[in-house]
């Protein structure tokens, strides 16, 4: 009996909090806190990304509650406001990078187009190799690209943009808990190199990577995140259009 009403009671209370805006802002915030607080105690393993640490832990706290996404993005929605200022605000490490920016001209734009291509290309062919439909290869398409400019692509060629979105999110996740690995692996150490390659590769959460360890980093991976947004956005529709398209 007091088993029954000790449970009743928390429910009555979870109705109550859930009814509050600021309730997922700041569990938003505290699983964030605590994927911080074990990735640095785990000594800065990439493998324990506090953003893959979060996701986790929130989607988990939503099952459990039976709590839908729309409710849940209703009160953490500030959060996503502010990626706007956060996106803009990584001007000023590349600013002060310019330099080595101008002198690496060359040497960028190869690479961006290389990895762009590569990006999309490799993961549109692997889908096509396991016998994936057309929109499911046309949503993976932009997968290396941030979220907004990755679901526009992908709702153009005639996608689906809401997977797109889940696989740009699991692409950024990866992409900064793995890269850190395999750059080490292959034997890159210049960290402007190592910034430009995660930046291309897991957009937004791959730069937050890059930023936590090395500015310069930082700087390269914030570069490379917004041409490859330009890049994919121009070179995947043209080349759908081109090779794809009867």
Request: net charge neutral; charged share 10%.
């Amino acid at each position: 009996m007091m088993h029954e009403t000790v449970q009743t009671g928390i429910q009555d209370v979870w109705v109550y909090l859930s009814a509050s805006p600021l309730l997922h802002l700041t569990l938003t915030l505290v699983a964030y806190q605590a994927g911080m607080w074990i990735y640095k105690r785990a000594g800065m393993n990439p493998l324990l990304n506090p953003v893959l640490i979060a996701v986790v832990a929130l989607v988990s706290i939503l099952l459990v509650t039976g709590t839908s996404y729309e409710t849940y993005f209703e009160g953490a929605q500030f959060v996503h406001f502010l990626l706007g200022p956060a996106t803009v605000s990584l001007a000023i490490p590349l600013y002060r990078q310019f330099h080595r920016v101008r002198k690496s001209a060359l040497a960028i734009a190869i690479s961006l187009l290389t990895g762009s291509i590569f990006a999309s290309a490799s993961a549109m062919a692997i889908a096509w190799l396991l016998g994936a439909g057309t929109q499911t290869i046309i949503s993976i398409g932009p997968k290396s690209v941030t979220a907004p400019v990755a679901m526009g692509i992908s709702e153009s060629l005639g996608g689906l943009p809401s997977l797109t979105a889940v696989l740009v999110i699991a692409t950024g996740i990866l992409g900064a808990a793995l890269g850190p690995l395999v750059l080490t692996a292959v034997g890159v150490k210049d960290w402007a190199s190592r910034g430009f390659a995660m930046g291309t590769t897991a957009h937004g959460i791959g730069t937050a990577r890059a930023l936590q360890v090395d500015e310069v980093a930082g700087a390269f991976s914030g570069l490379a995140m917004g041409l490859n947004a330009l890049a994919t956005a121009i070179l995947l529709p043209l080349a759908w259009s081109l090779f794809f398209q009867d």
